[in-house]
Protein backbone atom coordinates (compact mmCIF):
# COMPACT_ATOMS: atom_id res chain seq x y z
CA UNK A 1 0.00 0.00 0.00
CA UNK A 2 1.27 3.21 -1.03
CA UNK A 3 1.59 6.81 0.90
CA UNK A 4 -1.79 8.16 -0.78
CA UNK A 5 -3.40 4.59 -0.19
CA UNK A 6 -2.12 5.03 3.46
CA UNK A 7 -3.28 8.75 3.70
CA UNK A 8 -6.67 7.77 2.11
CA UNK A 9 -7.34 4.78 4.88
CA UNK A 10 -5.74 6.99 7.58
CA UNK A 11 -8.76 9.69 7.10
CA UNK A 12 -11.73 7.13 6.64
CA UNK A 13 -10.42 5.22 10.30
CA UNK A 14 -9.90 8.17 12.41
CA UNK A 15 -12.81 10.47 10.76
CA UNK A 16 -10.66 13.18 9.52
CA UNK A 17 -12.94 16.28 8.47
CA UNK A 18 -12.36 18.69 6.27
CA UNK A 19 -12.44 22.44 7.26
CA UNK A 20 -15.87 24.32 6.06
CA UNK A 21 -16.65 27.13 3.84
CA UNK A 22 -17.73 28.91 6.64
CA UNK A 23 -14.28 28.71 8.96
CA UNK A 24 -12.50 30.14 5.87
CA UNK A 25 -15.01 32.40 4.91
CA UNK A 26 -14.57 33.68 8.69
CA UNK A 27 -10.70 33.67 8.82
CA UNK A 28 -10.66 35.39 5.78
CA UNK A 29 -13.05 38.37 7.21
CA UNK A 30 -11.82 38.54 10.38
CA UNK A 31 -8.21 38.74 8.86
CA UNK A 32 -9.33 42.00 6.78
CA UNK A 33 -11.18 43.45 9.58
CA UNK A 34 -7.78 43.31 11.61
CA UNK A 35 -5.92 44.69 8.89
CA UNK A 36 -8.18 47.73 8.70
CA UNK A 37 -8.69 48.41 12.32
CA UNK A 38 -4.42 48.15 12.60
CA UNK A 39 -4.57 50.59 10.20
CA UNK A 40 -7.29 53.00 11.46
CA UNK A 41 -5.46 52.58 15.41
CA UNK A 42 -2.30 53.02 13.64
CA UNK A 43 -3.33 56.11 11.68
CA UNK A 44 -5.09 57.44 14.91
CA UNK A 45 -2.30 56.61 17.38
CA UNK A 46 -0.42 58.76 15.05
CA UNK A 47 -2.60 61.59 14.22
CA UNK A 48 -2.66 61.88 18.16
CA UNK A 49 0.85 61.80 18.58
CA UNK A 50 2.13 64.42 15.85
CA UNK A 51 -1.29 66.70 17.71
CA UNK A 52 -0.18 66.25 21.19
CA UNK A 53 3.75 67.23 19.61
CA UNK A 54 3.17 69.55 17.83
CA UNK A 55 1.39 71.32 20.72
CA UNK A 56 3.92 70.41 23.14
CA UNK A 57 5.58 73.51 25.27
CA UNK A 58 8.88 72.33 25.08
CA UNK A 59 10.09 75.41 27.21
CA UNK A 60 7.24 74.75 29.68
CA UNK A 61 7.91 70.93 29.85
CA UNK A 62 11.91 71.60 30.32
CA UNK A 63 10.96 73.78 33.01
CA UNK A 64 8.87 71.80 35.40
CA UNK A 65 10.73 68.24 34.17
CA UNK A 66 14.11 67.48 35.85
CA UNK A 67 14.76 65.16 32.82
CA UNK A 68 13.17 66.25 29.78
CA UNK A 69 14.56 63.17 27.62
CA UNK A 70 13.24 60.57 30.72
CA UNK A 71 9.96 62.93 30.56
CA UNK A 72 9.10 62.61 26.84
CA UNK A 73 10.05 59.67 26.28
CA UNK A 74 7.58 57.96 28.68
CA UNK A 75 5.19 60.21 27.46
CA UNK A 76 1.99 59.48 25.58
CA UNK A 77 3.37 61.31 22.07
CA UNK A 78 6.37 59.02 22.26
CA UNK A 79 4.42 55.64 23.24
CA UNK A 80 1.91 56.00 20.77
CA UNK A 81 4.63 56.51 17.94
CA UNK A 82 6.02 53.26 19.42
CA UNK A 83 2.22 51.65 19.14
CA UNK A 84 1.90 52.96 15.18
CA UNK A 85 5.54 51.53 14.40
CA UNK A 86 4.27 48.15 16.09
CA UNK A 87 1.23 47.98 13.89
CA UNK A 88 3.15 49.27 11.04
CA UNK A 89 5.27 45.64 11.15
CA UNK A 90 2.40 43.74 12.32
CA UNK A 91 -0.09 44.46 9.44
CA UNK A 92 3.17 43.96 6.82
CA UNK A 93 3.45 40.79 8.62
CA UNK A 94 -0.54 39.96 8.40
CA UNK A 95 -0.60 40.92 5.05
CA UNK A 96 2.75 38.64 4.00
CA UNK A 97 1.42 35.65 5.51
CA UNK A 98 -2.15 35.71 4.14
CA UNK A 99 -2.21 37.78 0.98
CA UNK A 100 -0.61 37.80 -2.17
CA UNK A 101 0.92 40.83 -1.53
CA UNK A 102 4.51 38.53 -1.25
CA UNK A 103 3.95 38.87 -5.65
CA UNK A 104 5.25 42.43 -4.90
CA UNK A 105 8.33 43.60 -3.58
CA UNK A 106 8.77 44.93 -0.23
CA UNK A 107 8.75 48.68 -0.73
CA UNK A 108 5.66 48.25 -2.78
CA UNK A 109 3.79 46.46 0.09
CA UNK A 110 5.31 49.18 2.82
CA UNK A 111 4.90 52.19 0.80
CA UNK A 112 1.25 50.98 0.42
CA UNK A 113 0.57 50.55 4.47
CA UNK A 114 2.43 53.90 4.87
CA UNK A 115 -0.01 55.46 2.62
CA UNK A 116 -3.36 53.82 3.84
CA UNK A 117 -2.11 55.22 7.44
CA UNK A 118 -1.22 58.26 6.47
CA UNK A 119 -4.85 58.32 4.65
CA UNK A 120 -6.09 58.24 8.02
CA UNK A 121 -3.84 60.21 10.17
CA UNK A 122 -4.93 62.99 7.85
CA UNK A 123 -8.30 62.13 8.56
CA UNK A 124 -8.01 62.21 12.05
CA UNK A 125 -6.59 65.72 12.40
CA UNK A 126 -8.76 67.17 9.52
CA UNK A 127 -12.04 66.18 11.38
CA UNK A 128 -10.52 66.70 14.59
CA UNK A 129 -11.34 63.31 16.16
CA UNK A 130 -7.55 62.49 16.68
CA UNK A 131 -8.00 65.66 19.30
CA UNK A 132 -11.27 64.16 20.09
CA UNK A 133 -10.14 60.75 20.98
CA UNK A 134 -7.24 62.26 22.98
CA UNK A 135 -9.33 64.43 25.31
CA UNK A 136 -12.00 61.14 25.64
CA UNK A 137 -8.63 58.94 26.13
CA UNK A 138 -7.57 61.87 28.93
CA UNK A 139 -10.32 62.19 30.68
CA UNK A 140 -11.38 58.44 31.26
CA UNK A 141 -8.55 56.51 31.08
CA UNK A 142 -6.07 57.26 34.22
CA UNK A 143 -3.09 55.22 32.68
CA UNK A 144 -3.29 57.17 29.44
CA UNK A 145 -3.90 60.52 31.53
CA UNK A 146 -0.99 59.70 34.00
CA UNK A 147 1.53 59.85 30.63
CA UNK A 148 -0.09 62.32 28.86
CA UNK A 149 2.10 65.72 28.72
CA UNK A 150 -1.14 67.95 29.32
CA UNK A 151 -2.20 65.52 32.18
CA UNK A 152 -4.14 67.24 34.92
CA UNK A 153 -1.04 67.19 37.39
CA UNK A 154 1.11 68.84 34.85
CA UNK A 155 -1.26 71.83 34.04
CA UNK A 156 -3.36 72.45 37.31
CA UNK A 157 -0.14 73.86 39.53
CA UNK A 158 -1.35 77.61 39.83
CA UNK A 159 0.88 78.19 42.50
CA UNK A 160 3.26 77.59 40.06
CA UNK A 161 2.01 79.50 37.40
CA UNK A 162 0.68 77.20 35.43
CA UNK A 163 -3.43 76.93 34.44
CA UNK A 164 -5.23 75.27 31.97
CA UNK A 165 -8.94 74.48 31.28
CA UNK A 166 -12.59 75.25 29.49
CA UNK A 167 -13.25 79.00 28.70
CA UNK A 168 -16.83 79.10 30.24
CA UNK A 169 -17.51 82.55 29.90
CA UNK A 170 -16.01 85.60 29.00
CA UNK A 171 -16.94 89.06 30.88
CA UNK A 172 -15.14 91.57 29.03
CA UNK A 173 -12.09 92.46 27.07
CA UNK A 174 -9.76 91.61 29.73
CA UNK A 175 -11.40 89.02 31.81
CA UNK A 176 -12.91 85.76 31.71
CA UNK A 177 -13.97 82.82 33.71
CA UNK A 178 -12.53 79.56 33.39
CA UNK A 179 -13.05 75.73 34.73
CA UNK A 180 -9.62 74.21 35.11
CA UNK A 181 -8.93 70.15 34.67
CA UNK A 182 -9.90 69.64 38.61
CA UNK A 183 -13.57 71.00 37.76
CA UNK A 184 -12.49 74.55 39.70
CA UNK A 185 -14.24 77.69 38.44
CA UNK A 186 -11.37 80.69 38.10
CA UNK A 187 -11.70 84.27 37.17
CA UNK A 188 -9.11 85.40 35.08
CA UNK A 189 -7.65 88.95 34.24
CA UNK A 190 -5.16 89.82 31.31
CA UNK A 191 -2.28 92.03 31.66
CA UNK A 192 -0.16 93.18 29.26
CA UNK A 193 -1.99 92.79 26.13
CA UNK A 194 -0.25 93.51 22.98
CA UNK A 195 -1.56 94.50 19.60
CA UNK A 196 -0.18 93.28 17.65
CA UNK A 197 -0.86 89.83 18.64
CA UNK A 198 -4.57 90.09 18.37
CA UNK A 199 -6.49 87.33 18.51
CA UNK A 200 -10.30 85.73 19.41
CA UNK A 201 -11.45 83.60 22.19
CA UNK A 202 -14.47 81.83 22.02
CA UNK A 203 -16.41 79.86 24.85
CA UNK A 204 -15.39 76.17 25.30
CA UNK A 205 -11.70 77.13 24.06
CA UNK A 206 -9.19 74.95 25.97
CA UNK A 207 -6.94 77.16 26.75
CA UNK A 208 -3.19 77.11 28.85
CA UNK A 209 -2.67 80.44 31.21
CA UNK A 210 0.93 81.49 32.44
CA UNK A 211 0.52 84.29 35.36
CA UNK A 212 0.38 84.05 38.86
CA UNK A 213 -2.79 83.50 41.92
CA UNK A 214 -3.66 86.46 43.30
CA UNK A 215 -6.31 85.36 45.88
CA UNK A 216 -8.32 82.39 45.74
CA UNK A 217 -9.84 81.28 42.60
CA UNK A 218 -8.24 84.00 41.15
CA UNK A 219 -5.51 84.50 38.41
CA UNK A 220 -3.73 87.12 36.73
CA UNK A 221 -2.31 85.69 32.85
CA UNK A 222 0.78 87.05 31.40
CA UNK A 223 0.07 84.78 28.50
CA UNK A 224 -2.69 82.74 27.04
CA UNK A 225 -2.23 79.68 24.70
CA UNK A 226 -4.41 78.17 22.58
CA UNK A 227 -3.70 75.49 20.54
CA UNK A 228 0.29 75.96 21.53
CA UNK A 229 0.22 78.74 19.69
CA UNK A 230 2.08 81.54 21.97
CA UNK A 231 -0.70 83.98 21.85
CA UNK A 232 -1.73 87.09 24.10
CA UNK A 233 -5.40 87.23 24.29
CA UNK A 234 -6.25 91.47 23.73
CA UNK A 235 -10.04 90.40 22.61
CA UNK A 236 -12.47 87.95 23.57
CA UNK A 237 -15.54 87.67 21.34
CA UNK A 238 -18.61 85.89 23.51
CA UNK A 239 -20.70 84.14 21.23
CA UNK A 240 -23.70 84.82 23.44
CA UNK A 241 -24.79 88.37 22.78
CA UNK B 1 -14.67 6.19 -13.49
CA UNK B 2 -10.74 5.87 -12.89
CA UNK B 3 -9.71 6.86 -16.60
CA UNK B 4 -12.21 10.16 -16.83
CA UNK B 5 -10.63 11.20 -13.34
CA UNK B 6 -7.01 10.79 -14.40
CA UNK B 7 -7.67 13.66 -17.82
CA UNK B 8 -9.41 15.99 -15.14
CA UNK B 9 -7.31 19.03 -14.33
CA UNK B 10 -6.03 19.18 -10.82
CA UNK B 11 -7.96 21.82 -10.25
CA UNK B 12 -11.20 20.09 -11.32
CA UNK B 13 -9.98 17.23 -8.99
CA UNK B 14 -9.95 19.33 -5.75
CA UNK B 15 -13.96 20.33 -6.68
CA UNK B 16 -14.47 16.14 -6.96
CA UNK B 17 -12.54 15.75 -4.17
CA UNK B 18 -14.52 18.13 -2.06
CA UNK B 19 -17.89 16.06 -3.03
CA UNK B 20 -15.82 12.85 -2.80
CA UNK B 21 -12.82 11.44 -0.48
CA UNK B 22 -11.88 8.71 -2.99
CA UNK B 23 -11.22 11.15 -6.08
CA UNK B 24 -8.72 12.50 -3.79
CA UNK B 25 -6.84 9.33 -4.10
CA UNK B 26 -6.25 10.36 -7.41
CA UNK B 27 -4.77 13.88 -6.48
CA UNK B 28 -2.76 12.46 -4.26
CA UNK B 29 -0.94 9.44 -6.31
CA UNK B 30 -0.41 12.77 -9.13
CA UNK B 31 2.02 14.63 -6.27
CA UNK B 32 2.98 11.66 -4.55
CA UNK B 33 6.40 10.51 -6.44
CA UNK B 34 7.31 14.30 -7.44
CA UNK B 35 6.72 15.66 -4.03
CA UNK B 36 8.56 13.18 -2.33
CA UNK B 37 11.76 13.63 -4.14
CA UNK B 38 11.09 17.33 -3.70
CA UNK B 39 11.02 17.01 0.02
CA UNK B 40 14.43 14.86 0.36
CA UNK B 41 15.85 17.34 -2.32
CA UNK B 42 15.69 19.61 -0.15
CA UNK B 43 16.21 18.66 3.33
CA UNK B 44 17.77 15.48 2.41
CA UNK B 45 16.09 13.93 5.51
CA UNK B 46 15.60 10.10 5.57
CA UNK B 47 13.50 7.93 3.01
CA UNK B 48 11.17 7.16 6.18
CA UNK B 49 10.93 11.20 7.21
CA UNK B 50 10.51 12.35 3.89
CA UNK B 51 7.02 9.54 4.05
CA UNK B 52 6.18 11.20 6.99
CA UNK B 53 6.30 14.53 6.04
CA UNK B 54 4.26 13.91 3.24
CA UNK B 55 1.49 12.20 4.84
CA UNK B 56 1.15 15.59 6.80
CA UNK B 57 1.19 17.05 3.98
CA UNK B 58 -1.44 15.17 2.39
CA UNK B 59 -3.49 14.95 5.76
CA UNK B 60 -3.32 19.15 5.59
CA UNK B 61 -4.35 19.68 2.01
CA UNK B 62 -7.27 17.64 2.83
CA UNK B 63 -8.81 19.58 5.63
CA UNK B 64 -7.63 22.81 3.62
CA UNK B 65 -9.40 21.40 0.58
CA UNK B 66 -12.33 23.99 0.78
CA UNK B 67 -9.64 27.06 1.52
CA UNK B 68 -8.02 26.22 -1.62
CA UNK B 69 -7.55 29.28 -3.56
CA UNK B 70 -8.62 29.11 -7.47
CA UNK B 71 -6.30 32.11 -8.13
CA UNK B 72 -3.56 29.88 -8.10
CA UNK B 73 -1.92 26.83 -9.63
CA UNK B 74 -2.93 23.50 -7.43
CA UNK B 75 0.74 22.68 -8.05
CA UNK B 76 1.97 25.49 -6.82
CA UNK B 77 -0.25 25.51 -3.31
CA UNK B 78 0.67 21.69 -2.59
CA UNK B 79 4.19 22.24 -3.51
CA UNK B 80 3.99 25.40 -0.52
CA UNK B 81 2.39 23.52 1.64
CA UNK B 82 5.19 20.63 0.98
CA UNK B 83 7.98 23.09 1.41
CA UNK B 84 6.40 24.70 4.61
CA UNK B 85 5.95 21.43 6.39
CA UNK B 86 9.16 20.22 5.34
CA UNK B 87 10.79 23.54 6.83
CA UNK B 88 9.14 22.67 9.98
CA UNK B 89 10.50 19.08 10.19
CA UNK B 90 13.93 20.94 9.78
CA UNK B 91 13.27 23.17 12.27
CA UNK B 92 11.88 20.24 14.88
CA UNK B 93 14.83 18.29 14.38
CA UNK B 94 17.09 21.99 14.50
CA UNK B 95 19.54 20.65 11.74
CA UNK B 96 20.20 19.66 7.98
CA UNK B 97 20.96 16.25 7.60
CA UNK B 98 24.42 16.94 5.85
CA UNK B 99 24.36 14.09 3.23
CA UNK B 100 22.54 13.78 0.56
CA UNK B 101 21.26 10.21 -0.49
CA UNK B 102 23.67 9.49 -3.41
CA UNK B 103 20.91 6.79 -5.20
CA UNK B 104 19.60 10.50 -6.08
CA UNK B 105 22.29 11.25 -8.02
CA UNK B 106 19.79 12.57 -10.99
CA UNK B 107 19.36 15.68 -9.07
CA UNK B 108 23.28 16.33 -10.18
CA UNK B 109 23.10 15.26 -13.87
CA UNK B 110 19.86 17.72 -14.08
CA UNK B 111 21.52 20.44 -12.24
CA UNK B 112 24.96 20.23 -13.75
CA UNK B 113 23.18 19.45 -17.43
CA UNK B 114 20.51 22.40 -17.01
CA UNK B 115 21.23 24.96 -19.96
CA UNK B 116 21.26 27.80 -17.06
CA UNK B 117 24.24 26.27 -16.00
CA UNK B 118 27.06 25.28 -17.37
CA UNK B 119 28.98 22.79 -15.68
CA UNK B 120 30.33 19.38 -17.09
CA UNK B 121 30.92 16.20 -15.20
CA UNK B 122 33.29 14.26 -16.25
CA UNK B 123 34.15 12.23 -13.26
CA UNK B 124 33.18 10.23 -10.00
CA UNK B 125 35.17 13.05 -8.27
CA UNK B 126 33.38 15.82 -9.96
CA UNK B 127 30.03 14.72 -9.02
CA UNK B 128 31.20 14.33 -5.38
CA UNK B 129 32.13 17.72 -5.50
CA UNK B 130 29.05 18.76 -7.00
CA UNK B 131 26.88 16.80 -4.23
CA UNK B 132 29.21 18.60 -1.73
CA UNK B 133 28.37 22.19 -3.25
CA UNK B 134 24.97 22.00 -3.30
CA UNK B 135 25.28 20.91 0.46
CA UNK B 136 26.67 23.82 1.62
CA UNK B 137 23.89 26.00 0.03
CA UNK B 138 21.55 27.71 1.72
CA UNK B 139 18.34 26.24 2.08
CA UNK B 140 16.42 29.47 0.37
CA UNK B 141 19.34 28.58 -2.47
CA UNK B 142 18.34 25.28 -2.68
CA UNK B 143 14.53 25.31 -2.90
CA UNK B 144 14.93 28.06 -5.68
CA UNK B 145 17.36 26.07 -7.77
CA UNK B 146 15.95 22.63 -7.28
CA UNK B 147 12.10 24.35 -7.94
CA UNK B 148 13.81 26.14 -10.90
CA UNK B 149 16.40 23.30 -12.69
CA UNK B 150 14.44 19.76 -11.13
CA UNK B 151 10.91 20.65 -11.21
CA UNK B 152 11.21 22.87 -14.02
CA UNK B 153 8.49 25.21 -12.33
CA UNK B 154 7.56 29.00 -13.64
CA UNK B 155 8.86 32.01 -11.69
CA UNK B 156 5.50 33.26 -10.66
CA UNK B 157 4.96 29.44 -9.76
CA UNK B 158 8.15 29.60 -7.57
CA UNK B 159 6.63 32.92 -5.81
CA UNK B 160 3.84 31.56 -5.19
CA UNK B 161 5.02 28.39 -3.27
CA UNK B 162 8.17 30.35 -1.55
CA UNK B 163 5.83 33.52 -1.18
CA UNK B 164 8.79 35.84 -2.44
CA UNK B 165 8.78 38.04 -4.99
CA UNK B 166 9.35 37.16 -8.64
CA UNK B 167 12.00 39.47 -8.73
CA UNK B 168 13.53 37.65 -5.66
CA UNK B 169 12.96 34.39 -7.07
CA UNK B 170 15.53 35.75 -10.23
CA UNK B 171 18.06 37.19 -7.90
CA UNK B 172 17.78 34.22 -5.35
CA UNK B 173 18.53 31.32 -8.87
CA UNK B 174 21.23 33.95 -10.04
CA UNK B 175 22.96 33.89 -6.55
CA UNK B 176 22.29 30.34 -6.22
CA UNK B 177 24.43 29.76 -8.94
CA UNK B 178 26.47 31.94 -8.55
CA UNK B 179 27.20 30.28 -5.20
CA UNK B 180 27.17 26.87 -6.57
CA UNK B 181 30.08 27.31 -9.06
CA UNK B 182 32.04 29.42 -6.36
CA UNK B 183 31.90 26.33 -4.10
CA UNK B 184 32.51 23.92 -7.33
CA UNK B 185 35.86 25.88 -7.54
CA UNK B 186 36.57 26.07 -4.04
CA UNK B 187 35.55 21.67 -3.55
CA UNK B 188 38.12 21.87 -7.02
CA UNK B 189 41.08 23.05 -5.61
Keep these: MGISENVLKNIKENEIEKKSDFQFKLEKTLNYLLIIAGVVISGLSLAIAIESLLSLDLDVVSRSSSNLFEYLITSIPILLIFVSIALFFGIYLDITRTTKSYRHTKTIVLTSIFGGITVFVLFFIVTGLGKVTDRIFRENLPLYSIFSPYNNDFWVQPQNGLLAGNVVRIIDEDEFLLLDERGSLWNVQLIQPVESNVAFLRINDNVRLFGEVIEQLRFIASEVRVDSQRIIIRRFVNIYP | ?189
Excluded: C
Design chain 2, 1 to 189: MNKELKRKSDEELVQLSIENDENYLELMKRYEVRLLRYIRRISNVSKEDAEDILQEVFISVYRNLRGFDQSLKFSSWIYRITHNQTISHIRKIKRIPKTIDLEDGNIFDLIASSSEMDIEIHNKIERENIVKAINELDIKYKSVLILRLIEEKEYTEISDILKIPISTVGTNINRAKKILIENLNKNGN
